[in-house]
């Protein structure tokens, strides 16, 4: 069960309720459009768990100039297993001027292919570039050498970013947040 809950009177505004089996980011969206059907107040600011921290709810929360105090899935991610011994794609410095990255060895990243469905590009390093590195253990695993994604509206999920679980606000909201939902 997913449910939006009004914090100023504790109240549940809307409710889902699905199958196990569905991932819960997708929710989010019909439980803001429910809340706003049965109260008709639009949400300013969404709060949730890191499962709605993606990239799809980020957007969706710009698009409709609501504020997201989501922590990020993808940092949380990052943490565990295997990816917290490699660089994060944070480590990549991106060029607007000629579309490439710069790897923390200095090697340039460029285009390599276009996923739509993704709405997010790749760029690689050259696999001679890779295969000859100092760096290339705390970098990565894969054969073919080091690929960054870059989200084809990456400026605005920077902005969704930054204040979804840093901003005073938004960590006052999420502690508040575990008391309202899952006491």
Request: glycine share 4%; net charge positive.
């Amino acid at each position: 069960m997913h449910r939006a809950v009004d914090p100023a009177y504790e109240i549940i505004t809307a409710t889902e309720v699905t199958g196990g089996d569905v991932n819960e980011a997708h929710i989010m969206v019909s439980l803001m459009d429910s809340h706003q059907k049965n109260t008709e107040i639009r949400a300013e600011t969404v709060v949730a768990d890191s499962k709605y921290g993606t990239i799809d709810n980020y957007i969706s929360c710009y698009d409709r100039g609501v504020r997201a105090h989501i922590p990020d899935l993808k940092e949380e991610q990052s943490k565990r297993g295997l990816r917290g011994e490699i660089f994060s794609e944070d480590s990549f410095i991106y060029d607007k001027e000629t579309d490439t990255y710069r790897c923390p060895a200095g090697k340039v990243l460029k285009h390599k292919s276009l996923h739509k469905d993704r709405q997010s590009i790749d760029y690689a390093a050259s696999k001679s570039d890779c295969a000859v590195c100092s760096l290339r253990s705390q970098c990565t695993r894969n054969k073919s050498g080091r690929t960054v994604k870059r989200h084809l509206r990456q400026e605005e999920l920077n902005q969704m970013r930054a204040i979804a679980s840093r901003s005073t606000i938004s960590k006052k909201d999420i502690r508040t947040r575990k008391h309202l939902m899952e006491r």
